[in-house]
C-alpha cells in the first residue's frame, strides 16, 4: 500500500523550533521531488518548500526562506522540514506530497503547483505563547 505519513508536529513557542519528517511506505522517496504544504484555518494550502529527485535540488516559499530547510535521507526513505524561528502565522496543517517524473525546469517554476501523485494526512503544528 502506497501511503505517505507526516510526524512532528505539536506545540511550540514563537521563536521556537520543530521538524517534521515525511516517511514513505509502499515505494522509494528517491524518484520522487518532494513537496510540504501547509494549510491554515480559513486560508488556501500554500507550498512551503521541495526538494527534487533529480539533484536534491531545493526550494522555498518566501515566507520560509531562510527559516526551514527540507533535506531527505534515502537510507531512511524520508524527507524531513526543519523549521526553525517560528512565527505564529506559521501554525498549520502540515502536508508532504510527492510527485515523479517532473522535468527539473518544470519543477523550478512551479514546484508548489505540480500535479502531486501521493499526499500525506496531515501534521498540526501550532506556534502560540
Known amino acids: 500500500q502506497v501511503q505517505l505519513v507526516e510526524s512532528g508536529g505539536g506545540l511550540v513557542q514563537p521563536g521556537g523550533s520543530l521538524r517534521l519528517s515525511c516517511a514513505a511506505s509502499?515505494?522509494?522517496?528517491?524518484?520522487?521531488?518532494i513537496g510540504w504544504f501547509r494549510q491554515a484555518p480559513g486560508k488556501e494550502r500554500e507550498g512551503v518548500s521541495c526538494?527534487?529527485?533529480?539533484?536534491?535540488?531545493?526550494y522555498y516559499a518566501d515566507s520560509v526562506k531562510g527559516r526551514f530547510t527540507i533535506s531527505r535521507d534515502n537510507v531512511k526513505n524520508t524527507v524531513s522540514l526543519q523549521m526553525n524561528s517560528l512565527k505564529s502565522e506559521d501554525t498549520a496543517v502540515y502536508y508532504c506530497?510527492?510527485?515523479?517524473?517532473?522535468?527539473?525546469?518544470?519543477?523550478?517554476?512551479?514546484?508548489?503547483?505540480?500535479?502531486?501523485?501521493?499526499w500525506g494526512q496531515g501534521t498540526q503544528v501550532t506556534v502560540s505563547s
Open positions: 506530497a510527492a510527485v515523479e517524473g517532473i522535468h527539473p525546469v518544470l519543477l523550478a517554476a512551479g514546484w508548489a503547483t505540480a500535479p502531486y501523485d501521493y
Open positions: 509502499g515505494f522509494t522517496l528517491d524518484r520522487y521531488a
Open positions: 526538494i527534487s529527485s533529480s539533484d536534491d535540488s531545493t
